[in-house]
């Protein structure tokens, strides 16, 4: 079996790159359970777009300062330049994004943007819209149920995946591979994620040697529904606070102003600091008041959110959402370039959130997530079509290795635990230190290979944060 292009992913920019690529080229989309669990359907607030030539300059600039001004400049260049055209492409293709009645494109605001320039689709449904739309539009191929258990390398080159499907594994072979595997939600103990993202292939890029960038870099977004007992928190959009939700305390006292000047619009790491702080600090539970909602305005704007608290027994808008922040993006990821090539690798790409060339910096603005997955999943085709690399037949041995074995489930339990605790929104050195000694020893243990790619993911974090001496960002260190 082999391909032209593998891509390991079904989420924005795996689907993206495939419409991109040409349909005489054989392509396969593998994805691990169902196409739509993935972070893309999940995604709540929106596409940013630059809104008109003219405000390029801005959204770099905020993009810039939400990261800290650590971002990679040339990314962030290549993202905003692209978002017109992406936005274009999407009106061209008919994807359904929310107009007012004089049929103008409504723009949303959130944390960190100086001006409203977010679109949305379905109010609050723009991932599960816009996933819809590009699997219903997809030209080749996707498994389902298949899950990358190992990349097929030597030397510079890629040479096809190890795949467990239900019922056997197999080595399918192509001449390029792109990864677009999203991010590490799965190691922690509470998030926003799907569950299926859960960093092995982020693992077996260790394994092999090649280099993951910025992984210290944690987002936690600040508000999410807490009411619930799963690990899978429900998101509540940024878009809710940009539309005039407002985060309050017990008493409904405003507290995110004592922290920041933008209060509800500061960028996500600022807020989920502010609220992790004073809800610890003085004992407090925080809340999103939503008084300056009527409920038919709710229920136009954020009809998903609306549906989901009023089926938790929330009387919307009459009764705040208790809220806390919980982890949701990875700004660090996969090292790779422009062109979004992984280093080091000549045909092997890597695209989303499971990538690193700097775009983010130190903390991504809110709803660039899904622009990014437009734009780079574009360019990897292009730099696919452009590269024409053809591998050699070769045939790899198939991983053998023991996926699962008893014990692992409770041991990934404790992962969660320690990540959550001790990796978390606020870090301090001997916490790091002792979450380094805890997934050490797990991974001393007799574990199948599925945990032991999530412990060397949690390991690498882990170092990663130890070796980042000041706060910045996402990454916040507690002096002792
Ligand atoms: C949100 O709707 O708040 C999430 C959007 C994002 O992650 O940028």
Redesign the pocket.
């Known amino acids: 079996m082999k391909y032209d292009v593998i891509i390991i992913g079904a989420g924005v920019a795996g689907l993206y790159c495939a419409k991109h690529l040409p349909q005489n080229l054989k392509v396969l989309i593998l994805c691990k359970e169902q196409p739509w669990e993935c972070n893309t359907f999940y995604?709540?607030?929106g596409i940013t777009i630059a809104n008109g030539k003219d405000d390029i300059k801005l959204h770099i600039k905020d993009t810039i300062n939400a990261g800290s001004n650590t971002n990679n400049i040339n990314a962030v260049r290549i993202l905003s330049e692209n978002s017109i055209e992406i936005l274009n492409e999407l009106l061209q293709d008919n994807f359904n994004i929310d107009k007012d009645k004089d049929n103008k494109i409504l723009l949303a605001k959130?944390g960190g943007h100086s001006i409203s320039r977010i679109i949305h689709s379905n109010g609050d449904g723009t991932g599960r819209m816009l996933h819809t739309h590009l699997i219903k539009n997809l030209k080749h191929t996707l498994w389902k149920n298949a899950n990358v258990i190992d990349l097929l390398i030597e030397d510079d080159k890629v040479y096809g995946v190890c795949v467990s499907t239900k019922n056997k594994l197999i080595n399918i072979y192509a001449n390029n591979v792109i990864i677009a595997s999203g991010g590490v939600g799965g190691l922690f103990k509470y998030h926003t994620n799907a569950y299926t993202i859960s960093s092995d292939i982020h693992g077996i890029i260790l394994e092999h040697n090649l280099s993951l960038n910025d992984m210290e870099m944690l987002q936690f977004?600040p508000t999410v529904f807490i009411n619930t007992t799963n690990a899978r928190k429900q998101?509540i959009?940024?878009?809710v606070r940009g539309d005039g939700g407002i985060v309050v305390d017990n008493d409904n006292n405003r507290f995110l102003f004592d922290y920041d000047k933008r209060g509800e619009l500061a960028p996500r790491d600022i807020v989920s600091r502010a609220i992790f702080d004073y809800c610890n600090k003085y004992s407090q539970k925080a809340y999103i008041n939503l008084s300056a909602f009527s409920k038919k305005a709710f229920q136009n704007r954020f009809p998903n959110i609306y549906r989901q608290l009023t089926s938790y027994g929330l009387d919307i808008p009459k009764d705040k959402i208790p809220i806390f922040p919980a982890f949701?993006?990875s700004m660090g990821g996969i090292t790779c370039d422009l062109d979004t090539r992984v280093l080091g690798m000549k045909n092997l790409y890597a695209i989303g959130e499971c990538a690193n060339n700097g775009l983010h910096g130190a903390n991504?603005l809110?709803?660039?997530?899904l622009l990014e997955g437009l734009v780079f999943g574009k360019i990897a085709a292009k730099s696919i079509v452009s590269s024409n690399i053809s591998t050699n037949q070769r045939h790899f041995p198939i991983n053998n290795e023991v996926l699962q074995k008893e014990g692992d489930l409770k041991l990934k339990n404790v992962l969660r635990d320690i990540m959550w605790n001790k990796v978390g929104i606020a870090r301090t050195k001997s916490g790091l230190n002792s979450a380094l000694s805890g997934v050490e020893v797990m991974l001393l243990g007799n574990i199948g290979r599925l945990l032991r790619l999530r412990l060397l993911v949690a390991k690498k974090i882990i170092t990663s944060a130890l070796n980042q001496k000041n706060s910045i960002g996402a990454h916040y260190l507690i002096k002792e």
Not at 366 to 369: K, R
């Open positions: 995604a709540q607030g959130e977004h998101l959009s940024e878009a949701h993006y991504r809110a709803s660039n997530s």
